[in-house]
């Protein structure tokens, strides 16, 4: 299976995305947007931005562990990851966001 953005909704009225790496695992989830124009715009940010070493915020979710933000430009968040159980681990997923984010295709389940 290919890499692939998932766009999902409207759920309660709102869209949403995940990136999907090859083996099928989430390796980005978006923010819920309340129209499917904003919900591609956000992938499309992703897209440009997912390549930038500097646009990724490694931290430490609640529990402790690691994870990311991907930011945009202006500095909005536009995508978080799951929480990982080391450093090393993290590092690869931001790996997997920077090959997979900026080619992979859209896969629009909205319909």
């Not at 499917?36 to 997912?50: C, E, P």
């Not at 994870?67 to 929480?83: P, Q, Y």
């Amino acid at each position: 299976m290919a890499s692939r953005y998932l766009l999902t909704g409207p759920s309660g009225g709102q869209y949403h995305f995940v990136l999907k790496a090859g083996n099928g695992e989430t390796i980005l989830t978006s923010e819920r947007y309340t129209t499917k124009a904003a919900a591609n715009n956000g992938i499309q940010s992703v897209k440009t931005n997912s390549s930038i070493d500097a646009r990724y915020v490694r931290k430490n979710a609640t529990n402790g562990k690691p994870m990311f933000n991907l930011k945009a430009a202006n500095g909005e968040i536009i995508g978080s990851s799951e929480t990982y159980s080391s450093d090393a681990a993290r590092e690869g997923g931001i790996t997997s966001v920077k090959v997979n984010g900026p080619s992979a295709p859209i896969d629009d389940q909205t319909a």
